[in-house]
Structure formats: C-alpha cells, structure tokens
C-alpha cells in the first residue's frame, strides 16, 4: 500500500488549503482514510477520518467546521479541505489507512511521507 500527499504550503491565517492523499496497491473501498498532523515538540493528532465504503466522515473537535475530509473513488483519492487556517494548524500532515474504524494512530497500518502545512 502506497500513499502520497500533496497540496501543503504555506499560507496566511484565515486562508484555505486543500491537501490530497493519493492511494495505490491495495483495494480502496476496503478502507478507513485518516488524515493526521504533528507539529514539532507536539504528539500526533488525529484530524478527520472517512470511511470509503458508505462515506461517513468523524472529525477531532478541535478543526470541526473548518477542516473537511471527502473522497473522490475514481481516483483513489482522499481530499482535506482546510478553510479559515489558525497558527496552531502549522504542523506536517499525514494521511493513513486502517481497516478500522477509528481516529487513533495506532490503528492505522501505512502512513504517507506527510506534507507540510505552514499557517502565518
């Protein structure tokens, strides 16, 4: 299983950012997509989450409502859409998969490379 992200950069507060995980070797629609950020000197964090199969999404609550996770199966490819970007969402960002249903890094077997997001 391979995952490759892309779309990181940097970006003033208040602005949007869309992030792509790209997902190859394995059968998409088996999956949980997660989408993950660790800023230095700070443990990972889960963000949001999408189930492939039905589509159902769980967000943490601290980027509820300004961070969306969806999906685009054609592709392969899971999307993070980040509006109204803070500071405290500086951090590299991963996207993950697991074959459960969760938000805990633990859970999830193949992680990407990351892409950096620099919000200033």
């Known amino acids: 299983v391979q995952l490759v992200e892309s779309g990181g950069g940097s970006v003033q507060v208040g602005g949007s950012l869309r992030l792509s995980c790209k997902m190859s070797?394995?059968?998409?629609?088996?999956?949980?997509m997660g989408w993950f950020r660790q800023a230095p000197g700070k443990e990972c964090e889960g963000v949001a989450a999408?189930?492939?199969?039905?589509?159902?999404?769980y967000y943490a609550a601290s980027v509820k409502g300004r961070l969306t996770i969806s999906q685009d199966n054609a592709k392969n490819t899971v999307y993070l859409h980040m509006n109204d970007l803070k500071p405290e969402d500086t951090a590299m960002y991963y996207c993950?998969?697991?074959?459960?249903?969760?938000?805990?890094?633990?859970?999830?077997?193949?992680w990407g490379r990351g892409t950096q997001v620099t919000v200033s």
């Open positions: 993950a998969t697991s074959r459960l249903w969760s938000l805990e890094s633990t859970d999830f077997d193949y």
């Open positions: 999408i189930y492939v199969g039905n589509g159902d999404t």
């Open positions: 070797g394995a059968t998409y629609m088996r999956w949980c």
